[in-house]
C-alpha cells in the first residue's frame, strides 16, 4: 500500500486533525451510513419495483432488445477497529499494532428499475438522506482522459478540479440540520459521490444504497472507515471487477481483491479526512490486524499485514468521556520537550512491548484458546497501558475500568486511542465464570459505561451474494430468507441489527456470508 504522507498528528486516523473536501474535520469515525446506491429489485427484494407481474415482463421482452438482468440485492459488510498496542509512540516513529473488531457496519444495495434514474445514499443512524438524479451529475468532468480513473488505479490524492465538480451537487444536503451537522452530512455525501463518479458511470441504474451500523459513533473506532470500505466493495461489485470471495480461491488472488477494495476504500477517507494515514481502511478491508509505522514522514507508512492475528476475546467500553484527540498529542510532546531522554525511554519500551506482542502472536505454539499464550498477551497490555498513563493521557474513568477488570482479576485492560477519555479494551480471561461477567456488566452500566462483548482480529470486508439468509428455520428449505428493507432500517440497535443480518447472528457464523480469508500459513 502507498498513502500520501500525514503529519505526526495525523499519524492514526483517531490522532489527525485532517479536513475533508469541504474544508472542515468531520469526525466520521462514528457515522453510521445509509446510502442508497444500486441494487436490484424492489425495496423487499421481491420483483420488480413499479409491481410489473413476471408475466408482463415476458411479453415486452420479445418486443425490445434483450437487456441484461438486473443485479439481486446484496449486501457488504466490513468491521470496525481498535489499536492494540503503540498509540502515541507511532506519532513518533515506533511501531503500532490495529486490529479489527467484530462490530460492524452492514450495506445493503438494492438495484432499481430501468426507469428509476435515481442514485440515493440513506444514512439513518445520522439521520440523512438524499437523492441524485443519475443523468445530472458531473460524468463529463470525470470522464476526461485526463481525470478518469479506473477500478485498478492507484489513487493517491484527491482531484481538486473533481472535488470542485462535487460541490453545487451538495449544497441542498440536510438544509434544515445544525452547520457542525450539515457539514458532516456533506462530507459524507462527497465521499459517497467521488467513488460513485470515479467507479461507476452515467449508464449505471437507478440504485439504493442503505447502511446500518453497530460500531460506536465517536469513538475513534474506524466507523468512517468501515463505511469506505462497504462503498468501494459494492461499487467494485457492481462493476463486476472482483472476483470471489469462494472458499477455494487461492490466497493470491484473494489478496488482489482486498487491495483493490483497500485502495478505494482509502479515496473515501480522504474524502472525509483529509490526509488519512491508510490503517483503518487496510484494517476493515482485510480484517485480522497490521503493524504500521513510519519513521519518514515524507514517505508513506509500512503497513505489516498479520494474516494470521488470533481471535481473541474482548470486552470494549466506551467511557463516554469526551476528548481532545490534539490536546493528548499536545499534552505528550509537551512532556517530551521538557523531559527529552526520560520520555524518549517511554517511547522506546512501548516499541519493544509492540514487537513483543507481534512476535508472541506469529509464535508456532501461540494458541489463542490456552490460558498461558493469553495470559502473556495480557502483561503486553497492563504493561502497554501502564507507559500510556506515565505520558499523563490516561484518565479516571479509563482507570475505574481497569479497577473494576483487573483488580477483580477478570482480563487485562489498556486504553486504546488517543486517551484522556474514549474507549479502553479488555481481554477477558478465559475461564472466568458468566456470572462474574454480567455483574461486571451491569456495575459498568450503572456508572454510565456502554460496553460491547467483541472479537479482537476477526474477518474483514464480507459479501452476501443475494442478500439472503439462512436461519436454520424452515423458510431455508425455500432459499433462506431474503433481507427485508424495511425491517433492516427499523432493527432495534446493535442486537437487533446483528440479529437480523450479523455476520453470526449470534450462535457462530452464518450461512451465506462470504469473505477473502488470507492467512500466511
Avoid at 256 to 265: D, H, K, L, M, S
Amino acid at each position: 500500500m502507498t498513502w500520501t504522507p500525514t503529519t505526526p498528528e495525523s499519524s492514526t486516523s483517531e490522532m489527525s486533525n485532517g479536513n475533508g473536501v469541504n474544508g472542515i474535520h468531520a469526525d466520521m469515525e462514528h457515522l453510521q451510513l445509509h446510502v442508497n446506491g444500486n441494487g436490484n429489485s424492489n425495496a423487499n427484494g421481491n420483483g420488480d419495483v413499479n409491481g410489473r407481474s413476471s408475466g408482463e415482463s415476458d411479453r415486452k421482452r420479445s418486443s425490445r432488445k434483450q437487456s441484461s438482468p438486473m443485479m439481486p440485492a446484496f449486501m457488504v459488510s466490513a468491521p470496525g477497529k481498535v489499536i492494540v498496542f503503540g498509540e502515541h509512540s507511532v506519532v513518533y516513529g515506533k511501531a503500532a499494532i490495529a486490529a479489527s473488531i467484530s462490530l460492524r457496519s452492514y450495506l445493503l444495495v438494492t438495484t432499481l428499475s430501468k426507469s428509476k434514474r435515481t442514485v440515493s445514499m440513506r444514512f439513518p443512524d445520522i439521520d440523512l438522506t438524499h437523492s441524485w438524479n443519475i443523468d445530472d451529475l458531473p460524468w463529463d468532468i470525470f470522464s476526461q482522459p485526463s481525470k478518469k480513473k479506473y477500478y485498478y488505479d492507484m489513487v493517491t490524492t484527491l482531484d481538486p478540479d473533481l472535488v470542485k465538480a462535487i460541490q453545487p451537487h451538495l449544497t441542498d444536503i440536510s438544509l434544515n440540520k445544525p452547520d457542525a451537522e450539515r457539514k458532516i452530512h456533506q462530507n459524507s455525501a462527497a465521499s459517497f459521490l467521488y467513488l460513485f463518479l470515479s467507479l461507476g458511470s452515467q449508464k449505471f441504474p437507478g440504485c439504493l444504497y442503505t447502511l446500518r451500523s453497530t460500531i460506536p459513533i465517536g469513538a475513534g473506532l474506524g466507523s468512517s472507515a468501515s463505511i469506505g470500505v462497504c462503498l468501494a466493495a459494492a461499487m467494485l461489485l457492481q462493476i463486476r471487477t472482483l472476483s470471489g470471495p469462494h472458499p477455494d480461491q487461492p490466497p493470491e488472488e484473494a489478496r488482489v481483491q482486498v487491495e483493490r477494495i483497500n485502495r478505494w476504500a482509502l479515496v473515501a477517507e480522504m474524502c472525509i479526512h483529509g490526509n488519512p494515514s491508510g490503517v483503518d481502511n487496510t484494517v476493515s478491508t482485510q480484517g485480522k490486524g497490521v503493524v504500521f509505522q513510519r519513521t519518514d514522514y515524507q514517505k508513506p507508512p509500512t503497513v505489516t499485514p498479520l494474516w494470521d492475528f488470533p481471535e481473541l476475546p474482548l470486552l470494549l467500553v466506551d467511557t463516554r468521556q469526551p476528548k481532545s484527540t490534539a490536546a493528548e498529542v499536545a499534552k505528550v510532546l509537551k512532556l517530551k520537550t521538557t523531559h527529552q531522554a526520560l520520555v524518549g525511554t517511554i517511547l522506546d519500551a512501548m516499541d519493544k512491548v509492540t514487537r513483543s506482542a507481534e512476535s508472541l502472536i506469529e509464535e508456532e505454539y501461540f494458541d489463542s484458546e490456552e490460558p498461558e499464550s493469553l495470559r502473556r498477551v495480557g502483561e503486553l497490555i497492563s504493561i502497554n497501558h501502564g507507559l500510556l498513563a506515565s505520558l499523563g493521557v490516561s484518565h479516571p474513568r479509563l482507570e475505574r475500568v481497569r479497577e473494576l477488570v483487573d483488580h477483580n482479576d477478570l482480563g487485562w485492560s489498556k486504553l486504546t486511542g488517543a486517551g484522556g477519555g474514549g474507549c479502553s479494551i479488555s481481554l477477558m480471561k478465559p475461564d472466568v465464570p458468566q456470572e462474574r461477567i454480567k455483574r461486571l456488566e451491569k456495575q459498568l452500566e450503572t456508572e454510565g459505561y456502554q460496553h460491547f462483548r467483541t472479537t479482537l482480529g476477526g474477518d474483514g470486508v464480507g459479501v452476501l451474494w443475494p442478500a439472503v439468509l439462512k436461519n436454520g428455520l424452515d423458510e431455508d428449505e425455500d432459499g433462506g430468507m431474503e433481507i427485508d428493507l424495511e425491517k433492516f432500517l427499523n432493527a432495534p440497535g446493535n442486537d437487533g441489527v446483528e440479529k437480523l443480518v450479523g455476520v453470526s447472528g449470534g450462535a457462530g457464523e452464518r450461512e451465506g456470508w462470504k469473505f477473502w480469508r488470507v492467512e500466511s500459513q
